[in-house]
């Protein structure tokens, strides 16, 4: 869970600097594009990572955020801002963060 945080405060930093960048897409908001695509799942395959190594301590992501804060806050970034960087930090040191969950959909037209 705390790469999902990270990458969606991420997301929110790029977006407030002017970048395009989205949250992760949800499972059914994937489903509805293969469908409005015209297309038929026969296959989903699912890997969880739950055997990736969970790294501890200030991540890429993490990195990335306090650049994106910069350019997103160049006259200062809101204390709300910091605390959340700072409580991403602190989960990444305490429980870590793990590569997401990856979905690979096999689709034929419908």
């Not at 949250?23 to 989903?44: D, M, Y």
């Not at 809101?78 to 590569?99: K, N, Q």
Request: net charge negative; aromatic share 8%; with cysteine.
């Amino acid at each position: 869970m705390t790469q999902h945080r990270q990458h969606r405060f991420l997301a929110d930093l790029h977006r407030a600097a002017g970048e395009y960048h989205r949250e992760t897409w949800s499972r059914p908001e994937i489903f509805g594009f293969v469908e409005a695509a015209g297309l038929s799942v026969l296959h989903v395959f699912e890997d969880r990572n739950e055997a990736a190594e969970v790294s501890r301590g200030s991540g890429r992501l993490i990195e990335r955020a306090r650049a994106a804060v910069e350019r997103a806050y160049p006259d200062g970034a809101p204390a709300a801002v910091f605390a959340e960087l700072e409580e991403l930090d602190r989960r990444g040191a305490e429980i870590g963060s793990a590569p997401p969950l990856q979905l690979t959909l096999v689709c034929v037209v419908a």
